[in-house]
Nanobody
Framework: QVQLVESGGGLVQAGGSLRLSCVWS????????MGWFRQAPGKEREFVAA????????YSTDSVKDRFTISRDNAKNTVYLQMVSLKPEDTAVYYC???????????????WGQGTQVTVSS
């Protein structure tokens, strides 16, 4: 059974940085593309970033381009989301997910983590 466990969330001031991690277990990690999503209070869950199983292809939503970077370490079964220049509007629960790359970007993921809270104060 696949498990995804996120960590690294917390409270940070605007302009600060955080790095989220998501550890995968249960199936060969390197065969799955991975993504990050977020859901703010009262809003729908939205796509943030995705990375192919090789790490050679990445996508991110326009609102986080140049601020967030997705990466992965297949030897550690871990995907990361490095977030810099954080803004109050980045406040949300962040979820990692695994699946097929093109379906990931539309939220059709095979596996989901439980989420980690990120709060950015102004």
């Amino acid at each position: 059974q696949v498990q995804l466990v996120e960590s690294g969330g917390g409270l940070v001031q605007a302009g600060g940085s955080l790095r989220l991690s998501c550890v995968w277990s249960g199936r060969p990690f390197s065969t799955y593309s991975m993504g990050w999503f977020r859901q703010a209070p009262g809003k729908e869950r939205e796509f943030v970033a995705a990375i192919s199983w090789t790490g050679g292809t990445t996508y991110s939503t326009d609102s986080v381009k140049d601020r967030f970077t997705i990466s992965r370490d297949n030897a550690k079964n871990t995907v990361y989301l490095q977030m810099v220049s954080l803004k109050p509007e980045d406040t949300a629960v962040y979820y990692c997910a695994g699946g097929v790359l093109n379906r990931l970007r539309t939220g059709q993921c095979d596996y989901w983590g439980q989420g980690t809270q990120v709060t950015v104060s102004s």
